[in-house]
């Protein structure tokens, strides 16, 4: 899930101490780079379950779905899969997408959030199986699946604050590893982000699909995050160069003031359709082509240059984690964060061993 904040600091200190270290940041489940990957992993069909006939209501899970004892998870550095308890999975997923850091009631909220995702996961591989997977139930690749760190992946990272990052993270995935986020009997799609462009957005203007629980909030408190806003520029050639790779019978005009036009826009701020030579791109394919940080941003030409400003970091969809931390610290529990970014839900209680 990824350009999450936790995948962000855990690359900076892996780079720091391993110069030639493999761990490259990657857009994922909490940050969309291949828009149609999400789409595809966030809406296939999942398997019946029930629920109590009351529109937005969970049931309590039964006993049929309750929560696997262990996850397999396929390494894509071995092929190996492995099976790994589930609440140290847990712990390694939050670590990975969250810095453990962050408030005790943020570390919850995170802990719910990537818990019910594994659990959407493992239950439509197991009503669907996925060759690839070799039986697994998702693998540890961050470009497909949200972000696992092993104990010794952490142990480097976190270097001597490992022990009590670990414990912090630990004590939040034992506080709430009995519970997962449910629409209408099942595991939501617990999509989350970085940070937010003060609002979240909805999955319909992401991914085209309309979800009651993913809709845009009011996320104010992104507006203060560190690198909210930031402006990249391009000049002519790249522009020509990056749309070519994905419209290869795109032509420009002599004019290069004339090749990029924001047509629409969502009421979030996120970009929705947008002209670029003579063809019209969504906002996501124009933020995947030029690697912007988020598809919500204007566009200026002068002196020859394109300059891009975005405002927030990935898809913006789902939980703001940079906003889940200030809603934190400002007293609200996991429960009300959950309750505030995906709302029509319900947490449900399941059976963990």
Not at 28 to 37: A, E, K, R
Not at 119 to 129: A, C, D, K, M, T
Not at 147 to 165: F, K, P, V
């Amino acid at each position: 899930m990824k350009q999450s904040l936790g995948f962000y600091f855990f690359t900076a200190a892996a780079m720091l101490l391993l110069p030639a270290a493999s761990l490259m940041p990657q857009d994922t489940l909490s940050f969309s780079g291949d828009t149609d990957l999400l789409r595809r992993s966030f809406f296939s069909p999942q398997p019946d379950s029930s629920d109590d006939g009351e529109s937005g209501a969970a049931a309590s899970a039964p006993e049929s779905e309750a929560s696997a004892e262990s996850y397999r998870v396929l390494d894509i550095s071995t092929g190996e899969v492995l099976e790994v308890p589930l609440k140290t999975y847990l712990i390694g997923a939050v670590c990975a997408e969250m810095p453990a850091t962050f408030e005790p009631e943020a570390l919850k909220a995170q802990a719910v959030a990537v818990h019910t995702y594994a659990e959407r996961i493992r239950r439509r591989n197991q009503h669907s199986p996925d060759p690839s997977l070799l039986g697994a139930d998702f693998s540890n690749d961050a470009g497909k699946y949200q972000a696992y760190y092993t104990e010794s992946q952490l142990r480097t990272a976190y270097g001597d604050a490992y022990e009590t990052c670990y414990a912090k993270a630990a004590a939040a995935v034992e506080a709430v590893a009995s519970e997962l986020i449910y629409h209408e009997g099942e595991p939501i799609i617990a999509a989350f982000h970085a940070i937010s462009g003060g609002k979240t957005e909805s999955s319909e203007a992401i991914w085209g699909e309309p979800l009651s629980y993913l809709v845009s909030v009011d996320s104010a408190a992104d507006t203060a995050a560190p690198r909210y806003q930031e402006t990249v520029s391009f000049s002519p050639d790249d522009i020509k160069a990056s749309v070519h790779k994905v419209f290869p019978d795109v032509q420009f005009s002599d004019d290069a003031a004339a090749w990029c036009k924001v047509l629409t826009v969502s009421d979030a701020g996120t970009v929705l359709t947008m002209q670029c030579g003579n063809t019209v791109c969504s906002g996501q394919q124009v933020r995947e082509m030029l690697g912007l940080r988020s598809a919500c941003f204007t566009i200026e030409f002068s002196d020859g240059v394109f300059r891009f400003t975005t405002k927030g970091y990935g898809h913006t969809v789902g939980m703001s984690q940079y906003g889940a931390n200030e809603m934190a610290k400002n007293g609200a529990s996991y429960k009300e964060i959950l309750a505030h970014y995906y709302p029509d839900t319900t947490l449900s209680a399941i059976s963990v061993s």
